[in-house]
């Protein structure tokens, strides 16, 4: 008897084994999405951009995604007296691709072309997200130059990986 019931014990230690063996397999485990996987360049185009209240054309634009900070170089837009550089620090939040950033952080800068720069400050990143591989975001800024100089800035940005 004691051997009939030792067989039926292993036999079931074995079933159960194999159950809990099956249902860790690599093929039940799905992808985990960490925020380096949204890293990388988006070439798209900025829109609705506003400059001291005047509304420019479409430019031709890539941001890159890189260690939790959104990068690019504008080109020179309208009759701006420089260059821009955004190099934000964001948070991405790694299962839905929501992006969030604070206000009042430095947000990069205007290098000018008669010599100097000035910080850009960020107001509002809205609607800012990684979807399906695309980038988007609604970005505010303002600029200070010498203490004295305010100048507002916003734009609309969408662009695939």
């Known amino acids: 008897m004691k051997k009939i ?6 036999a079931m230690s074995m079933l159960f ?16 999405t960490s925020t380096a996987d949204y890293d990388g ?5 900025i829109s609705n951009v506003t400059m001291n209240g005047k509304s420019y054309s479409n430019e031709d634009a ?15 837009i ?10 934000l620090p964001i948070s991405i939040n790694e299962a839905t691709g ?21 910080t850009l400050y960020l107001d509002s990143l809205t609607n800012a997200k990684v979807e399906n591989g695309t980038l988007e975001f609604d970005m505010a800024v303002h600029g200070t130059y010498l203490g004295i100089l305010n ?3 916003s734009f ?4 695939p990986k």
Not at 17 to 32: H, L, Q, R
Not at 41 to 45: A, K
Not at 78 to 87: D, R
Request: charged share 15%; net charge negative.
């Open 5 to 10: 019931f030792g067989l039926v014990v292993m």
């Open 17 to 32: 084994t194999a159950n809990a063996m099956a249902s860790t397999g690599v093929e039940s485990v799905d992808a985990v």
């Open 41 to 45: 360049d988006y070439d798209g185009v």
């Open 62 to 76: 890539t941001f890159t995604i890189e260690s939790n900070v959104l990068i690019c170089d504008f080109p020179q």
């Open 78 to 87: 309208g009759k701006m007296p420089g260059t821009i550089t955004v190099k």
């Open 98 to 118: 929501e992006i969030t950033a604070t206000p009042g952080t430095s947000a990069g800068s205007l290098t000018l072309k008669v010599g100097g720069k000035a």
């Open 151 to 153: 100048f507002p800035a």
């Open 156 to 159: 609309h940005f969408k662009a």
